[in-house]
């Protein structure tokens, strides 16, 4: 079954620095996506950044990028320019055709 | 915004009961999935359909069955309800195929009693 690791239950940052988010994973399916959710506090789930695994290029999104590593199986999110908005908890998400599994979350605090 | 709506957006129900959540999809969207989020937890992914079948399902046992009817728009019903049953329940809307994220609603949590 496919699992997904994040080992970092709270992460902090200074406003304005730049702070990175862990994410293991373990499939055997060679046809998957990987997303960083955002929740708030208001529950809902924003999608922040998503990468194909058939593609070794990173994915960027303004000050969002991930550090994409498939031997590795490891998938990280970098947050540059950190904004007190940012504060909330990430999730990291595997995705294949009938399934999609999400790792335990990284409590985000940004401080000013 | 995402275009995917759940109701209600809380419940309150006692332990034995009987309980249907309610999801309706973004447009264009034909595939769906259920969520069960305990507090504190990452989301556990339930079970998923495309075009009214189910085609995926996690770990969790028959009581907790769902619909997924023409229009794309989808049901959880979760039977014989336990205390551990407690949870934000999310659903999400996607496209099968393709390079496409799932969108998701704002949740109903169900406490049981």
């Known amino acids: 079954a496919q699992t997904v690791t994040q080992s970092q239950p709270e992460m902090s940052v200074q406003e304005a620095e730049t702070v990175t988010l862990s994410c293991t994973y373990d499939?055997?399916?060679?046809?998957?996506?990987l997303f960083w959710y955002k929740q708030p506090p208001s529950r809902q789930m924003i999608l922040v950044i998503r990468q194909e695994a058939y593609k070794q290029q990173n994915a960027t999104e303004n000050r969002f990028s991930v550090n994409f590593q498939k031997a590795a199986k490891s998938f990280s999110l970098k947050i540059s320019d950190s904004q007190l908005g940012d504060a909330a908890m990430y999730f990291c998400?595997?995705?294949?055709?009938?399934?999609?599994?999400f790792g335990a979350g990284t409590r985000l605090t940004v401080k000013p | 915004e995402t275009g995917v709506t759940q109701s209600p957006t809380h419940l309150i129900k006692t332990r034995g009961q009987q309980v249907t959540l309610r999801c309706s999809s973004q447009s264009g969207h034909n595939t769906v999935s259920w969520y069960q989020q305990a507090l504190g937890q990452g989301p556990q992914f339930i079970f998923q359909y495309y075009r009214e079948e189910e085609n995926g399902r996690g770990n969790f046992p028959p009581r907790f069955s769902g619909l997924q009817f023409p229009n794309y728009s989808s049901e959880l019903n979760v039977n014989a309800l336990e205390l551990d049953d407690s949870a934000l329940y999310l659903c999400a809307s996607s496209q099968k195929r393709g390079n496409t994220e799932a969108f998701f609603g704002q949740g109903t949590r169900l406490t049981v009693v």
């Open positions: 998400a595997y995705r294949s055709a009938s399934d999609m599994r």
């Open positions: 499939t055997s399916e060679s046809d998957y996506y």
